[in-house]
T-cell receptor, first 115, second 114 residues
Framework: AQSVAQPEDQVNVAEGNPLTVKCTYSVSGNPYLFWYVQYPNRGLQFLLK??????LVKGSYGFEAEFNKSQTSFHLKKPSALVSDSALYFC?????????????FGRGTSLIVHP | DAGVIQSPRHEVTEMGQEVTLRCKPISGHNSLFWYRQTMMRGLELLIY????????DSGMPEDRFSAKMPNASFSTLKIQPSEPRDSAVYFC????????????FGPGTRLTVT
């Protein structure tokens, strides 16, 4: 079985400050992890993914995420937030143990960047 | 590439009417997913097709919902009869289905059943 948790419904940060959006996961085998962003009235857009290798993954728009196996976490980070980063962020996990191609999505975290 | 195309973008209908949502996946993608998004339940997977065959429809709420994929470039999600609790944004997504690949989402159809 696979599951993902985003413990914060909303994250508030001032423009220019670093941001972190948290994600923890549970899988039986090896985790494949994804972050997506959803802007208002739009579909989800892929930001980055972790498969294997370097625990720090870099993605679109200056975002990065750190895979931590011992803490089963995959937190999304950005060194300096922009007002335009305000959106809904989804973490997703996929466990290939059973050969499934279906990811499980978290409930999403609303990021609000204040000017 | 035009991306995943969904139509209509907005649909307002009365309870009891039939609703058909349409999706054209990205050319070359062989997996297609239908999701429903609401404030209460977040993003829910309804059904997953691979090579036009339904693989997992365990998320389909009830018999009022049906989905088809007659060919690699077209899929429909039908609700008959519709109910107010079906009001949501419905997303279609596609990917290659092999390996660790991300999904590409369409813009969604906002359905309102009155």
């Amino acid at each position: 079985a696979q599951s993902v948790a985003q413990p914060e419904d909303q994250v508030n940060v001032a423009e220019g400050n670093p941001l972190t959006v948290k994600c923890t996961y549970s899988v039986s085998g090896n985790p494949y992890l994804f972050w997506y962003v959803q802007y208002p009235n739009r579909g989800l857009q892929f930001l980055l993914k972790y498969i294997t290798g370097d625990n720090l993954v870099k993605g679109s728009y200056g975002f990065e995420a750190e895979f931590n196996k011992s803490q089963t976490s995959f937190h999304l980070k950005k060194p300096s937030a922009l007002v335009s980063d305000s959106a809904l962020y989804f973490c997703a996990v996929r466990d290939l143990t059973g050969g499934s191609y279906i990811p499980t999505f978290g409930r999403g975290t609303s990021l609000i960047v204040h000017p | 590439d035009a991306g995943v195309i969904q139509s209509p973008r907005h649909e307002v209908t009365e309870m009891g009417q039939e609703v058909t949502l349409r999706c054209k996946p990205i050319s070359g993608h062989n997996s297609l997913f239908w999701y429903r998004q609401t404030m209460m339940r977040g993003l829910e997977l309804l059904i997953y097709f691979n090579n036009n065959v339904p693989i997992d429809d365990s998320g389909m709420p009830e018999d009022r919902f049906s989905a088809k994929m007659p060919n690699a470039s077209f899929s429909t999600l039908k609700i008959q009869p519709s109910e107010p609790r079906d009001s949501a944004v419905y997303f279609c997504a596609s990917n290659l289905g092999e390996g660790v690949v991300e999904q590409y989402f369409g813009p969604g159809t906002r359905l309102t059943v009155t």
